[in-house]
């Protein structure tokens, strides 16, 4: 139990060191935030009963750690304090303030993190595979040619993405999977191995011709051969 309240451990982390049940923990953590060390210590307690109960800190660990807000149908993805403090009052009719809230998470062994963004249709085998067959073939070639690698891609931007932190395990970067979808602002950028990038903005859809337009921009930049790594996209 000191693990947890004193050094924030993560949950997950003492139920497997200690081998005791998850509720057991959350029972803890409830009665220590209720009365303290000597909550812990007596068999029973009267007077005013406590806000967050055993199964209320469950199931808030549980929704942080296994979904984001749009699990409950909020128009973000990232967990903020305040985002918390709005689920609990809604999900479980209590009312905290966002100082309580952060100490909430902190005893669950939960942390503010920048998130990895991954999209949904990522596969993991196919990156594998490029990884360790197609792109050495193409570093291969590029250098027989004298020439720059670039990775090109399209990309679009709305007005609600997601540039913060949310909460998660410590120890383990959240990932927060993004669809897509709705943007409005479109660009095309090309990035090298060194991290080296260039783009452009495009007005209304992209197609072959401006496609190509950025391509000769692209070569004429780089002042050598290059070589483009990029999807199969329509244009």
């Keep these: 139990m000191e693990a947890i309240v004193i050094r924030h451990e993560p949950v997950h982390l003492?139920?497997?060191?200690?081998?005791?049940?998850?509720?057991?923990?959350?029972?803890w953590l409830s009665l220590y935030r209720s009365g303290g060390w000597d909550a812990l210590k007596e068999q029973a307690r009267s007077g005013r009963p406590r806000k967050i109960s055993a199964g209320d800190m469950q199931w808030i660990y549980n929704a942080v750690t296994m979904g984001n807000p749009m699990n409950y149908q909020f128009d973000f993805c990232l967990w903020t304090l305040n985002a918390m403090r709005a689920l609990i009052q809604k999900e479980l009719d209590i009312?905290?303030?966002?100082?309580?809230?952060?100490?909430?998470?902190?005893?669950?062994?939960?942390?503010?993190?920048?998130?990895?963004?991954?999209?949904y249709?990522?596969?993991?085998?196919?990156?594998?595979?490029?990884?360790?067959e197609t792109f050495p073939e193409a570093v291969a070639q590029a250098k027989r040619n004298g020439a720059d690698i670039?990775?090109?891609?399209?990309?679009?931007?709305?007005?609600?993405?997601?540039?913060?932190?949310?909460?998660?395990?410590?120890?383990?970067?959240p990932v927060v999977k993004n669809s897509g979808g709705r943007f409005g602002l479109k660009v095309i950028s090309a990035i090298s191995p060194r991290g080296?990038?260039?783009?452009s903005f495009i007005e209304d859809k992209m197609n072959s011709k401006k496609f190509i337009q950025f391509l000769k921009k692209l070569?004429?930049?780089?002042?050598?051969?290059?070589?483009?790594?990029?999807d199969n996209a329509r244009y």
Excluded: C
């Design 14 to 27: 003492v139920k497997r060191i200690y081998n005791i049940p998850e509720r057991t923990i959350f029972n």
């Design 95 to 119: 009312k905290l303030s966002k100082s309580s809230v952060s100490r909430l998470l902190g005893h669950l062994g939960l942390s503010p993190q920048r998130p990895i963004y991954k999209s």
């Design 121 to 132: 249709k990522q596969d993991p085998k196919k990156i594998k595979q490029y990884l360790s």
């Design 150 to 173: 670039f990775f090109v891609d399209e990309a679009s931007v709305r007005s609600d993405a997601h540039r913060g932190r949310t909460w998660g395990k410590k120890g383990e970067t």
């Design 196 to 199: 080296n990038m260039r783009f």
């Design 219 to 230: 070569h004429k930049d780089a002042g050598k051969p290059i070589l483009v790594v990029l």
